[in-house]
């Protein structure tokens, strides 16, 4: 299984929080042969292994975008973000809006400068401020479009290789973490672990780690590792404290966050197997917070591992391909040591 081709089809694949199902449909499609378990609220998952120690892999498969709130008589979009977007990124840039019939494009444009004064320019520009520009003059247009209020939207993506080393698109956070799921479960097909492994694609994280939070009220695990992103401080504006782990440094135990501590036995384990197979690894104190949390807060023993990646939550998130080979390497390690 190619390791940057799944990626690439993950991330592709929509999937804005609340509208996860055509990435539970990608899963399922890449592994026919495997019975997937879809919980109520739409997490998915699937177990392999028996006996030993009873390990959950969480990774979560909702990313950023948009709501359509209202259609304008002149066949305008307004609408709302879904998640922790930067208002700074989304403009000018082409939207994808997904509806029954397929995937319909649209624009996020702004004034000109040839018609806007210099304060204007200057002006921080708000979500109220922005529309989608679907290529239409009327609301009558847009319902022939089937595009309707609480469709779900996202900007167009591009996947870009840079210097044969660092894979750049939207949706790494967590695309890459799905895939990390995936790559496992494939190599568990082929060689079946000691242990009892979960691999959890979940729902709703950006929006407040919902599925997690279900997913963990209902199932228990001696372990539970988080596969996420975080955010790499190597910029050039000398605020490399702020988040000290780089890309390229290999992958991050996220040993504490906006949450709390995570599990420091399970961060004296993962670190001791580094160690021990000279896999480079990076430990961080940082800011937002990922689904081990909500596993945390259910009682489970959890940390988050994660792929260092700049420009978080932007359309050109940038990960080392190199710490996501050796993310898979560390967690086939974890499978198969003891605490
Ligand atoms: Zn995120």
């Known amino acids: 299984m190619d390791k940057i081709q799944i990626l690439n089809e993950l991330v592709d694949t929509f999937g804005i929080s609340g509208f996860e199902e055509p990435v539970r449909d990608k899963i399922r499609k ?19 292994g028996s006996g030993g120690r009873q390990i959950a892999f969480m990774a979560h498969m909702d990313e950023l975008g948009f709501l359509i709130t209202y259609v304008e008589k002149n066949g305008y979009l307004r609408f709302k973000p879904i998640g ?13 809006i997904l509806t029954d019939q397929g995937i319909i494009q649209g624009v996020i444009g702004l004034k000109p400068p040839h018609l806007s004064k210099k304060e204007e320019m200057d002006k921080l520009i708000s979500w109220d401020d922005l529309y989608i520009d679907v290529g239409v003059e009327s609301d009558e247009e847009v319902k022939k479009m089937n595009i309707i209020p609480v469709l779900p939207a996202r900007l167009k993506k591009d996947f870009v290789i840079l210097n044969e080393k660092y894979g750049v698109t939207r949706g790494l956070d967590d695309r890459v973490g799905c895939a990390l799921n995936l790559l496992l479960l494939d190599n568990f097909l082929h060689n079946l672990p000691k242990n009892t492994i979960t691999l959890v694609w979940t729902i709703q994280e950006e929006t407040g780690l919902r599925g997690a939070q279900a997913f963990s009220a209902r199932n228990s695990f001696d372990e539970v590792y988080t596969l996420d992103t975080v955010s790499a401080g190597n910029l050039p504006w000398g605020n490399f404290h702020q988040s000290p782990a780089r890309t390229g440094g290999g992958p991050v135990i996220r040993l504490a966050d906006r949450k709390g501590v995570s599990s420091l036995r399970l961060r004296n384990f993962v670190k001791g197997i580094a160690e021990k197979n000279k896999i480079e690894v990076q430990e961080i104190v940082t800011g937002g917070t990922t689904d081990a949390a909500a596993a945390f807060e259910a009682g489970l023993n959890s940390i988050p591992l994660c792929i260092p990646v700049k420009y978080t939550h932007s359309q050109v ?23």
């Open 317 to 339: 998130e940038m990960m080392s391909i190199a710490d996501y080979h050796n993310a898979l390497k560390l967690l086939l390690l974890i499978c198969r040591n003891y605490i």
């Open 30 to 48: 890449l592994f026919p042969q495997v019975e997937f378990k879809e919980d109520e609220v739409g997490n998915l998952s699937t177990t392999i």
């Open 84 to 96: 922790g977007w930067d208002v700074r990124g989304v403009y000018n840039r082409v939207v994808e």
